[in-house]
């Protein structure tokens, strides 16, 4: 097989893997009613998207049956792990508004805007602890933020991954359609892993 057919046949799989990961999230976002379908799906498809990135760990089958396995064991932990993040989104978002337009205290302003970032941040690497580590919610959070923390540089890098990500799906519309969800969290997937792997080596 000459090195074009190989390319060729490499941008055809990977087209493929992407096109059932969006198709599985989005059904196994609709069966869980939505509102409790969609964390775990954004659990399952990092899942997928670190076990491919991790030279040390085989991928996972990636089938209707398997996806629908590690899903449901994703269910209630990536559950409560969305809904305890997305409401201190909620929390941070209004205290700000409070202290903007009534408050208009400075120390406060610039508190709530740092614990924003932080959470933020903390955001970024939530759900890929979730894939890789057996912890508790409170550790899941704390782990979170010690990557983020420990991590600045990556961080950085991973949000520029998902400005380019973006780029090209502008650029190329049809890869919303193939793709959008694991495009936008492979950039996620590679830096968190290199987070985590980077962690766990300093541990050693």
Known sequence: MNPTSTKTQILGNLLIYLLKLQAFFLVFTFLGG????????LATVLDYLVHSLDKKQDDLNLTFSTYKKRWS???KSANLLGFSL???????????????SFLHSLPLHLALFT?????????CYLFPSLTRY??????????????F???????????????LASALMTLFPILVLIGLVPLLLL????????AM???????E
């Open 73 to 75: 064991s994703y269910f």
């Open 187 to 194: 950039p996620i997937a590679h830096f968190a892993l290199q």
């Open 115 to 123: 614990l924003l970032v932080l959470l933020l941040g903390i955001a």
């Open 86 to 100: 997305s409401a201190l989104f909620l929390f941070l978002v209004v205290d700000l508004q409070i202290s903007k």
């Open 34 to 41: 939505v509102v409790l379908g969609i964390f775990p799906s």
């Open 149 to 163: 923390l420990a991590n600045l540089i990556p961080t950085v890098a991973m949000l520029a991954g998902l400005l």
């Open 197 to 203: 792997l980077k962690v766990e080596a300093n541990h």
């Open 134 to 147: 057996n912890l508790t919610v409170l550790q899941h959070f704390k782990q979170a933020a010690y990557l």
